[in-house]
């Protein structure tokens, strides 16, 4: 027995299982839950006081697969958009607009309605989208 003890050696090595154990949970952690803190689309909420909802006025801007331009259900041109926008700015300041493109319409195009947009100094733009498997046409009604 003596001699057993003599010659046993004492591992002085860090085992590296438990830590690796450890990392491969964080790394599980920090994967499923980094997608959940991507920031969403900024909205500005409208303020309220005394719990009473102020109206605000939302326009539509359609831009059908043929390129054509709606704001709400009148035609307009591109060169007509910004002072239609100017004036619906003039009077309500704090005009919302909601662009409702098809999906083959050009970037560029979009793009430039955007443009528009904010060289009307309309800041609230949002892009309408519709889930994927449903029809928002059919939802909302379908505006020329």
Known sequence: MIFEARHRRFLSEINVIPLVDVMLVLLIIFMVTAPMLHRGIDITLPQSAANTITPEQRLIITIEPDEKIYLGEDYVTILDL???????????????????????????????????????????LGMVTSPEGSDLDEELGRLP
Not at 90 to 111: E, N, W
Request: without cysteine.
């Open 82 to 124: 910004r002072g239609r926008l100017q004036e619906a700015k003039l009077q309500h300041s704090k005009v919302s607009v909601y662009l409702r493109s098809d999906h083959r319409i050009p970037y560029g195009r979009v793009i430039q309605v955007m443009d528009e947009v904010k060289g009307a100094g309309i800041e609230r």
